[in-house]
């Protein structure tokens, strides 16, 4: 019921806007659904862990919350990184926009041209807009080739870790490891991987080191950055 009443707010919004169609219309529709036809459409989407889209959902507002520690501290260079960090995860939020506008736009076009379309086609179209238009439902939308937001967070957090395992701060280090991992699965998802494979092992033993580390159990960096490359190139073999 709640996507259904969000996708009738945003075709509200989609009717309001409508004026008489002319033949400049037509063409900008035409060029549009060009254009939207070299993604998938509608898009694909597979679902994700609570716990990996809260990582997720909480990312922009952690960054902000360092960046004005470091403000505080007169540290601008860090302050100017944590809020790029931030405006990453908000990048893609708009990108996910940016493919139901296209969408909609190919969509419109294919209508103004007179071509059947089926209540079943709109429908699809409509019901991914809806996806993205609610921001707290933990799915993914796959599309290959996109670029590797995700791991370059969990590069991010891999980093995090290291430092604060040098710093002897074990839970410090784990909770980043975690994080690591949870955007490795994102990406893994993003990309339209299972699973499974190397990529597995790897977040395998990346979660067993996130384990130790919070026991107590002195974790190598070594140990941790290759688990970590070896998922990444693992994942990066289905970017395309």
């Known amino acids: 019921m709640k996507n259904k009443v969000i996708i009738c707010a945003a075709l509200a919004l989609f009717v309001a806007g ?4 002319t033949a400049a219309d037509v063409k900008v529709a035409k060029d549009q659904a060009k254009t939207a036809a070299k993604t998938k459409a509608p898009q694909q989407w597979v679902p994700v862990d609570e716990d990996v889209w809260a990582v997720f959902m909480a990312a922009p507002e952690y960054h902000f919350a360092l960046a004005r520690e470091s403000m505080a501290k007169k540290d601008f260079r860090t302050a100017a990184k944590e809020i790029r960090e931030g405006t990453k995860l908000l990048r893609f939020q708009a990108k996910k926009l940016e493919g ?3 969408e909609l736009n190919a969509l419109a076009g294919k209508v103004s041209t007179g071509k059947a379309v089926t209540g079943a086609e709109m429908d699809k179209v409509f019901a991914a807009a809806g996806k993205n238009l609610d921001y707290r439902q933990p799915q993914i939308p796959v599309v290959a080739g996109e670029n590797e937001v995700f791991i370059e967070s969990s590069q991010y957090h891999i980093n995090q870790a290291k430092t604060k395992l040098a710093a002897k701060d074990q839970k410090g280090a784990a909770a980043d490891i975690r994080k690591a991992v949870a955007y490795l699965k994102l990406e893994a998802a993003h990309a339209g991987r299972d699973l499974s494979g190397d990529y597995k092992s790897a977040v395998d033993e990346m979660e067993t080191l996130a384990k130790n580390a919070e026991s ?3 974790v ?3 140990k ?5 490359n070896r998922a990444v190139k693992d994942i990066k073999k289905h970017l395309r």
């Not at 409508?18 to 169609?21: A, D, K, V």
């Open 18 to 21: 409508l004026r008489p169609l």
């Open 100 to 102: 139901s506008v296209a």
């Open 216 to 218: 107590g159990v002195d």
């Open 220 to 222: 190598e960096t070594a």
């Open 224 to 228: 941790l950055e290759q688990a970590f």
